[in-house]
């Protein structure tokens, strides 16, 4: 298919990324990603909750109601091609600009063409790719050309616009969440690509399936790399998987350590293990390894792990891990990834309680609410005679030797009541501890220990 014309008085001509026009004579085809941009918001594919019938840019534009808005999505979705259909549909000038390249010289310029086109009765949509790489300062300059309809913005982001951009841009704009191609949009787009070109891809059933999950949800990759095959002679028998991988390099997992992925990734693992499914972590913590993750920030949030998720339930979970995280330090990868593989599959089959991490929370709240209350005087140290004359000390019992070493005096603060912070679950350990608290409380109400309110 061939892609629309650019919009006559584009404020730049040619759109930056779209080759020159081949001289005449020049029989150097454009790229197949290029040839099958869609010539429609309907052509394109896998994001019908934006651009199907009943989408959210469908019912905008009917209503003929564009807002700025704010594309968030992967690599290779559509955002740049969303936007471009947007503005032929809409009627508008399309301007593009890329926030890598581009800086506050560069923004003034635009505005002050858009100014002027819409003095003559043209608006303009301004195409910001990348909008997340300008700071805070250059955000801002994007505020008073929206406010005043001088430009329609649409800006492209891979990162979660929340911590990317600034707030009063966010509350002039709509964010639309552009989803990963799924396997069905992805296998349309190789149809389209064979229907293009003439001929089917030289792939086994497997190997197409393969050849899809490389381009992990990556459209424009995985049109690149048809292309590649494409380009194989005619009588190429068809390909299998391990072929498939000989050929073409393995796209890298989208993984940055210091974006939201890495937390959405961490946060995965954790709720896995939280949720006793020891497989679903096993693959999260593998997919965080093979993105690069540092194993001891993985080792770190385990140990937290087998504290606030495992607790008494089954206190060696915290033996296990950190010895796990002692075996990783000592071995080094890959040898080592083992062992923490290890403490993951023993947290995730672990008995459950988060009672200590509750009962430590409510312990903190109320010593904040109790300021300063002092120990009851028996359990008081006293190394001076002006201490024990004081009464410091005094009427203490020493448990070891009470019946079955158990005194049942009071510990909590004078003039405060009895509190129970830790509530033990029937899980793993915590049943017979909390057979041993019921059995603590009723001797100490048998001995008539109960504290004074």
């Known amino acids: 298919m061939a892609r629309p014309p650019a919009p006559s008085g584009d404020l730049f001509g040619a759109e930056p990324s779209v080759a020159p026009a081949p001289r005449a004579g020049s029989k150097k085809p454009r790229p197949l990603a290029d040839r099958l941009r869609p010539m429609s918001l309907g052509d394109v594919t896998g994001q019908d909750h934006l651009v199907g019938p009943d989408g959210t840019l469908t019912r905008m534009l009917a209503r003929g109601s564009l807002a700025s808005l704010i594309l968030w999505g992967p690599p290779g979705v559509g955002k740049t091609t969303i936007a471009r259909l947007i503005?032929?549909?809409?009627?508008?000038?399309?301007?593009?600009?890329?926030?890598?390249?581009?800086?506050?010289?560069?923004?003034?310029?635009?505005?002050?063409?858009?100014?002027?086109?819409?003095?003559?009765?043209?608006?303009?949509?301004?195409?910001?790719?990348?909008?997340?790489?300008?700071?805070?300062?250059?955000?801002?300059?994007?505020?008073p050309v929206v406010e005043e309809g001088i430009v329609t913005l649409i800006g492209a982001t891979t990162e979660n616009p929340s911590f990317a951009l600034n707030g009063a841009l966010l509350s002039r704009c709509q964010v639309l969440v552009l989803k990963r191609l799924d396997d069905a949009a992805l296998d349309q787009l190789l149809t389209r690509a064979e229907t293009e070109i003439g001929r089917v891809l030289p792939l086994d059933h497997e190997a197409r399936a393969s050849l899809r999950a490389m381009s992990d949800g990556d459209g424009r990759y995985l049109l690149n790399m048809a292309e590649q095959l494409f380009s194989l002679p005619d009588e190429t028998?068809?390909?299998?998987?391990?072929?498939?991988?000989?050929?073409?390099?393995?796209?890298?997992?989208?993984?940055?350590?210091?974006?939201?992925?890495?937390?959405?990734?961490?946060?995965?693992?954790?709720?896995?293990?939280?949720?006793?499914?020891?497989?679903?972590?096993?693959?999260?913590?593998?997919?965080?390894?093979?993105?690069?993750?540092?194993?001891?920030?993985?080792?770190?949030?385990?140990?937290?792990?087998?504290?606030?998720?495992?607790?008494?339930?089954?206190?060696?979970?915290?033996?296990?891990?950190?010895?796990?995280?002692?075996t990783y330090?000592?071995?080094?990868?890959?040898?080592?990834?083992?062992?923490?593989?290890?403490?993951?599959?023993?947290?995730?089959?672990?008995?459950?309680?988060?009672?200590?991490?509750?009962?430590?929370?409510?312990?903190?709240?109320?010593?904040?609410?109790?300021?300063?209350?002092?120990?009851?005087?028996?359990?008081?140290?006293?190394?001076?005679?002006?201490?024990?004359?004081?009464?410091?000390?005094?009427g203490y019992a020493y448990d070891h030797g009470e019946e079955d070493a158990?005194?049942?005096?009071?510990?909590?603060?004078?003039?405060?009541?009895?509190?129970?912070?830790?509530?033990p679950t029937g899980r793993g350990l915590e049943r017979e501890i909390a057979r041993r608290l019921e059995h603590w409380d009723r001797l100490r109400a048998e001995r008539g220990q109960e504290p004074q309110e």
């Open 87 to 143: 503005a032929d549909q809409a009627g508008l000038l399309f301007s593009q600009i890329s926030a890598v390249f581009s800086g506050v010289g560069d923004l003034k310029r635009v505005f002050e063409e858009a100014a002027r086109h819409m003095r003559t009765g043209q608006a303009t949509l301004l195409f910001v790719d990348e909008i997340h790489r300008f700071n805070r300062a250059q955000q801002d300059a994007f505020l």
């Open 406 to 423: 158990f005194s049942g005096q009071n510990y909590f603060p004078e003039g405060m009541a009895r509190a129970r912070f830790y509530e």
């Open 237 to 326: 028998p068809p390909l299998d998987a391990a072929a498939l991988s000989d050929l073409l390099s393995k796209r890298a997992a989208l993984y940055d350590k210091d974006r939201e992925e890495h937390y959405n990734l961490i946060s995965a693992l954790h709720k896995s293990l939280r949720g006793s499914d020891p497989d679903a972590a096993l693959y999260w913590f593998s997919r965080m390894l093979l993105g690069g993750e540092d194993p001891r920030y993985i080792a770190r949030r385990l140990l937290r792990f087998a504290a606030e998720d495992v607790g008494m339930a089954d206190p060696q979970a915290l033996l296990v891990t950190e010895t796990a995280w002692q």
């Open 329 to 394: 330090e000592r071995l080094g990868s890959p040898e080592g990834e083992l062992a923490l593989a290890q403490a993951v599959v023993y947290l995730g089959t672990a008995p459950k309680s988060n009672a200590v991490y509750a009962a430590f929370g409510a312990a903190q709240k109320a010593a904040r609410a109790t300021g300063s209350l002092m120990p009851p005087a028996h359990i008081r140290n006293a190394p001076t005679k002006l201490m024990r004359e004081l009464g410091y000390g005094e």
